[in-house]
């Protein structure tokens, strides 16, 4: 006899020891699953896991499924996920752009020798997508502000690949 055959006819032994094969009666189901929501809190408390948050989501939880409206709010929350991931796409790729350029108002465009005499260098900044911008970092952070010769350049810092100097000519 296999083990899995033994490991069944074991747990059924059990189940006929403990009478646990028995159907329990509507009354005994009722009191079970009515004292669920208590239950569960006390053995959260007792492990160390409940909060006032946690709680509210648990009584928001049964109150939804008791009132019987879970396919519905389970379909509400869904297009509000799908809606939410969407517009945070749109956010992430309107952010990460690099093209955002500021025309210098009123001024006749730079070339790289002003800005390498006005800041002493000219760094090359090669970019994972394979785009070069030419031009001097005026700021660094979270997103880097560069001066070329079309105007300042904002680029996210995740984005850039390699900073080197440029040198004089290129």
């Given amino acids: 006899m296999k083990k899995s055959n033994q490991e069944t006819l074991l747990i059924e032994k059990l189940l006929e020891k403990y009478r646990l094969t028995r159907p329990i009666s509507p009354k005994d189901r009722d009191a079970i699953i009515s004292s669920k929501r208590k239950i569960l809190?006390?053995?959260l408390k007792t492990v160390g896991?409940?909060?006032?948050?946690?709680?509210?989501?648990?009584?928001?939880?049964?109150?939804?499924k008791k009132a019987g409206i879970g396919v519905i709010l389970k379909t509400l929350l869904t297009c509000a996920l799908a809606g939410s991931l969407a517009y945070g796409g749109y956010r992430a790729v309107k952010a990460v752009r690099v093209s955002r350029l500021e025309q210098p108002s009123g001024r006749e465009a730079i070339t790289l020798e002003d800005i390498r005499a006005r800041y002493k260098w000219v760094d090359?900044?090669?970019?994972?997508?394979?785009?070069?911008?030419?031009?001097?970092?005026?700021?660094?952070?979270?997103?880097?502000?560069?001066l070329?010769?079309?105007?300042?350049?904002?680029?996210?810092?995740?984005?850039?690949?390699?900073?080197?100097p440029l040198?004089?000519?290129e």
């Fill in 49 to 64: 896991a409940f909060s006032a948050l946690y709680g509210l989501y648990l009584s928001l939880y049964f109150a939804v």
């Fill in 41 to 43: 809190k006390r053995v």
């Fill in 148 to 164: 070329t010769t079309r105007g300042i350049v904002q680029v996210p810092r995740n984005q850039i690949k390699m900073v080197k």
């Fill in 167 to 169: 040198k004089t000519g």
């Fill in 124 to 146: 090359q900044i090669i970019l994972y997508n394979g785009k070069i911008i030419r031009g001097a970092i005026i700021s660094r952070g979270a997103s880097y502000e560069i």
